[in-house]
């Protein structure tokens, strides 16, 4: 079965679908400060919930540098 097998490196390999990933990931920003408007008493929710969005936010920035000047 070896003989059969193409030997491909893993940058020849097809790359999930980034646009997708970058959709979900704004989706899920969203969607985590909605969660704000909940029924909780204390702050703490809100800050988890503020710091997990702005971890996104971030790795959505360092993506756009990185597609933008060529470095991906």
Do not use: Y
Request: glycine share 12%.
């Amino acid at each position: 079965m070896a003989a059969e097998e193409e030997v491909t490196s893993p940058d020849q390999h097809k790359p999930g679908s980034g646009r997708a990933a970058r959709v979900g990931a704004a989706i899920t920003v969203v969607a985590l400060l909605a969660m704000i408007c909940g029924n909780h008493k204390g702050r703490i929710e809100d800050i988890f919930l503020v710091l997990t969005a702005g971890l996104i936010v971030a790795a959505l920035v360092g993506d756009w540098v990185l597609r933008k000047n060529g470095l991906r």
